[in-house]
T-cell receptor, first 112, second 114 residues
Framework: DAGITQSPRHKVTETGTPVTLRCHQT?????MYWYRQDPGHGLRLIHY???????DKGEVSDGYSVSRSKTEDFLLTLESATSSQTSVYFC???????????FGSGTQLSVL | GNSVTQMEGPVTLSEEAFLTINCTYT??????LFWYVQYPGEGLQLLLK?????DKGSNKGFEATYRKETTSFHLEKGSVQVSDSAVYFC?????????????FGTGTQLKVEL
């Protein structure tokens, strides 16, 4: 299995609070992604990174920010969590010109 | 833009039954196509892929053929097992300078019973 660790695995928080999810990889892959999984929507891309300090928006980026200060870590921050951000969040990694993505085990986030 | 449409689930089958999960896509250019599988409590894993028209991807008894004329990539297995119970996602890729951004379908849950 690809070395991808997501933390925390589960989190319950209140509306309006900031939340940071962490993705850590030991594969030294260049590209990292954050997806959210919701019933009826499949997986949707939030943000992605193509190198240290290089990030860009995906299709559902509103309300989220990311940072990548090291190759191995990709952080997803909800500045002020809302109930619509209750979801399962997956981190993924890949290498240039390799279409295969490796996924972490996910973080279940509940915003009450 | 790109999109993927999958058949609605859940799909419930008896062990050893034949499986088909339909997937059609809309895309510009010539994307690669994938099936990912998600077992309970886990992340997604690549099941198979096809990179050009008429290619057949196969793995673990599952197959799918890239049909450009019908823009389809249906997943099939001749004899399912209880251990195949999972959620299956069809996806297409658009490799850009920013990596491989997959567009996923909504997923189809498969339940296989004895």
């Amino acid at each position: 299995d690809a070395g991808i660790t997501q933390s925390p695995r589960h989190k319950v928080t209140e509306t309006g609070t900031p939340v940071t999810l962490r993705c850590h990889q030991t594969e030294n892959h260049r590209y990292m992604y954050w997806y959210r999984q919701d019933p009826g929507h499949g997986l949707r891309l939030i943000h992605y990174s193509y190198g240290v300090k290089d990030t860009d928006k995906g299709e559902v980026s509103d309300g989220y920010s990311v940072s990548r200060s090291k190759t191995e870590d990709f952080l997803l921050t909800l500045e002020s969590a809302t109930s619509s951000q209750t979801s399962v969040y997956f981190c993924a990694i890949s290498e240039p010109k390799n279409e295969k993505l490796f996924f972490g085990s996910g973080t279940q986030l509940s915003v009450l | 833009g790109n999109s993927v449409t999958q058949m609605e689930g859940p799909v419930t089958l008896s062990e050893e039954a034949f499986l088909t999960i339909n997937c059609t896509y809309t895309a510009t250019g010539y994307p690669s196509l994938f099936w990912y599988v998600q077992y309970p409590g886990e992340g997604l894993q690549l099941l198979l892929k096809a990179t050009k028209a008429d290619d057949k991807g196969s793995n673990k008894g599952f197959e799918a053929t890239y049909r450009k004329e019908t823009t389809s990539f249906h997943l099939e297995k001749g004899s399912v097992q209880v251990s195949d119970s999972a959620v299956y996602f069809c996806a297409l890729s658009a490799i850009t300078g920013g990596g491989n951004k997959l567009t996923f379908g909504t997923g189809t849950q498969l339940k296989v019973e004895l």
